[in-house]
C-alpha cells in the first residue's frame, strides 16, 4: 500500500520536546537567556491576564524553559490556578510551583 507523500504528517509531543531539545543544545548561553527573559515576560502578563489579582503578586523566573513561581496566595486554589495559567502558555516546559498558601485565621 503506498503513502499519500500529500498528507501533511503532524509531529506527536514528544517528537516536538526532542526537536526543543535539539535546538536547546545548539544555542548559546546568550541567546537561551534571552529566551528565557521573554518566556518570563510573557508569564508575567498572562499571570495578570488571567483576571486573579491574587495572581498578579506572583514572580516568575525561567531557566532552559523551566518556569519557578514564587510568591503568596490566599488559598490552595489560587496557586494551582497559577500553575494552570503558565501550564498553557507555549514554550514552558516545565512549572515548579513554590508559591505559599497563606491561610486566613
Known sequence: MAIDASVPVQPTGQHILEATDAIQ??????????????????????LHAS??????????SVHNLRVTLRGRVPSYYMKQ???????????????????????AR
Not at 490556578?81 to 491561610?103: F, S
Open 51 to 60: 483576571g486573579y489579582p491574587p495572581l498578579w503578586t506572583i514572580e516568575p
Open 81 to 103: 490556578k497559577a500553575q494552570t495559567v503558565v501550564l498553557g502558555i507555549p514554550g514552558v516546559r516545565e512549572v515548579c510551583n513554590e508559591v505559599d498558601v497563606a491561610c
Open 25 to 46: 543544545e545548539t544555542i548559546s548561553p546568550l541567546m537561551r537567556s534571552v529566551i528565557d527573559l521573554d518566556l518570563a515576560e510573557r508569564v508575567g502578563r498572562a
